[in-house]
């Protein structure tokens, strides 16, 4: 059996995204058919539509999203249906040398729902991330569903599916900010802004956010940020220095995805100090860097998939934190959308107008 839904496409990375009919199959074993509430509009979103992450069109994009388990296939046991989910993107293995070494987080060998979904001609559709979350349902790995409190809002809980787990975690678990630290943030997006409450939750005593945009700086220092700094009025390595005692910070986030981002953050680090790079770079990229820089400043520099998170360790979690009112999520919904309001999201996001678009269903 199959059932029809609406969900959002990209058939080529020169036409508008367009709300077509997408076929859903019923779960086979280990499966399950999700009914989407909310699904927040992600940069990665966008570099999808544009060629940018894989050439396998038709894309259905989405993936920040939370919702209600519909059904369930064979053998499912740790979700039923009317649980209230946040879809991941690390549905670990359990098999793979990182699973077995004890480092799920690191699994190489993640689950996605084994059947296509397709195009109502029949062809396959290739969901963003595994999950295809622009859609009033759709089918994923059961592994792929974290149950969380369901007193939160669908559309703040979904967010913690990519962007805000991403930054949130690539401050707690990849960077391993710890009380009294300083931290710098490049790029005050959604990920970036996580990144600023992350470095709080974990007690960072000062966090310089730096962005070009002087309203992503507002919001970051709603989040958390202790200083900012307008990369277009002042070079932030410098900043970030006269921040930090001449000495730049123990940690650093990039979170744009460039070449010259990634450099200030490099050289915005204090000496034996983390990078952590978190946004997403584009193919042609490359990166030139004195070796002898690399050597002599020592520490380490690192990238952060997914904010190296354990979904069923950390999205509980995090959502605990925002109902006791200690990470305001709320704060990162910028609006709320239909559907086919996703080609308007990311002329928005573009501009630099939202933190998130949330979708609501
Ligand atoms: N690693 C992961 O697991 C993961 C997960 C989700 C998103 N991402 C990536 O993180 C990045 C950010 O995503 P987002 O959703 O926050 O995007 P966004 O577009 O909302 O944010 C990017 C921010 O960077 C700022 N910026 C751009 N150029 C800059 C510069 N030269 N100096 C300082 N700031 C600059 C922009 O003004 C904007 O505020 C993207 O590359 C996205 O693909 C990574
Ligand atoms: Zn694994
Ligand atoms: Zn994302």
């Known amino acids: 059996?199959?059932?029809?839904?609406?969900?959002?496409?990209?058939?080529?990375?020169?036409?508008?995204?367009?709300?077509?009919?997408?076929?859903?199959?019923?779960?086979?074993?280990?499966?399950?058919?999700?009914?989407?509430?909310?699904?927040?509009?992600?940069?990665?979103?966008?570099?999808?539509?544009?060629?940018?992450?894989?050439?396998?069109f038709p894309f259905l994009l989405g993936h920040e999203a939370a919702g209600i388990v519909e059904s369930v296939g064979e053998g499912v046991t740790d979700v039923?249906?009317?649980?209230?989910?946040?879809?991941?993107?690390?549905?670990?293995?359990?098999?793979?040398?990182?699973?077995?070494?004890?480092?799920?987080?690191?699994?190489f060998d993640t689950h996605n729902a084994a059947q296509p979904m397709t195009l109502a001609d029949g062809t396959p559709l290739s969901p963003a991330l595994g999950i295809g979350a622009f859609a009033d349902k759709t089918l994923v790995a059961a592994g792929q569903c974290t149950k969380v409190d369901p007193k939160a809002a669908p559309s703040t809980a979904g967010l913690l599916g990519c962007g805000v787990m991403a930054g949130i975690g690539a401050a707690i678990n990849t960077g391993s900010v710890g009380?009294?630290?300083?931290?710098?943030?490049?790029?005050?997006?959604?990920?970036?802004?996580?990144?600023?409450?992350?470095?709080?939750?974990?007690?960072?005593?000062r966090i310089i956010a730096v962005d070009l945009d002087p309203?992503?700086?507002d919001s970051a220092a709603a989040l958390g940020a202790t200083h900012t700094v307008d990369a277009r009025e002042q070079d932030p390595v410098e900043a970030v220095r006269e921040l930090t005692g001449g000495f730049g910070a123990d940690v650093v986030i990039e979170a744009v995805?460039?070449?010259?981002?990634?450099?200030?953050?490099?050289?915005?680090?204090?000496?034996?100090?983390?990078?952590?790079?978190?946004?997403?770079?584009?193919?042609?990229?490359?990166?030139?860097?004195?070796?002898?820089?690399?050597?002599?400043?020592?520490?380490?520099?690192?990238?952060?998939?997914?904010?190296?998170?354990?979904?069923?360790?950390?999205?509980?979690?995090?959502?605990?934190?925002?109902?006791?009112?200690?990470?305001?999520l709320d704060a990162f919904v910028s609006e709320t959308i239909p559907l086919d309001g996703i080609e308007d999201a990311f002329a928005k996001m573009h501009r630099g107008d939202v933190l998130r678009s949330v979708v609501v269903l």
Not at 85 to 107: D, E, T
Not at 294 to 299: A, K, L
């Open 80 to 107: 039923k249906p009317g649980d209230f989910v946040v879809l991941n993107w690390r549905a670990v293995c359990g098999q793979c040398r990182a699973c077995k070494r004890g480092r799920p987080w690191y699994c």
């Open 257 to 328: 995805g460039r070449p010259e981002t990634y450099k200030q953050a490099f050289y915005a680090r204090d000496l034996a100090g983390t990078l952590v790079l978190v946004g997403v770079p584009t193919p042609e990229m490359t990166l030139e860097l004195p070796l002898l820089d690399v050597f002599g400043r020592g520490g380490a520099l690192k990238s952060s998939w997914y904010g190296d998170c354990l979904p069923s360790r950390d999205f509980p979690m995090l959502i605990d934190l925002y109902l006791q009112g200690r990470l305001d």
């Open 215 to 217: 309203r992503k700086l």
């Open 179 to 205: 009380r009294g630290d300083s931290v710098a943030v490049i790029g005050c997006g959604g990920v970036g802004t996580a990144a600023v409450a992350g470095a709080r939750l974990a007690g960072a005593a």
């Open 1 to 56: 059996m199959t059932q029809e839904v609406r969900g959002v496409v990209a058939r080529t990375k020169d036409a508008p995204v367009e709300t077509t009919t997408v076929i859903i199959p019923d779960p086979g074993p280990g499966e399950a058919v999700v009914r989407v509430q909310a699904c927040g509009v992600c940069h990665t979103d966008l570099h999808y539509k544009l060629g940018g992450i894989s050439d396998d």
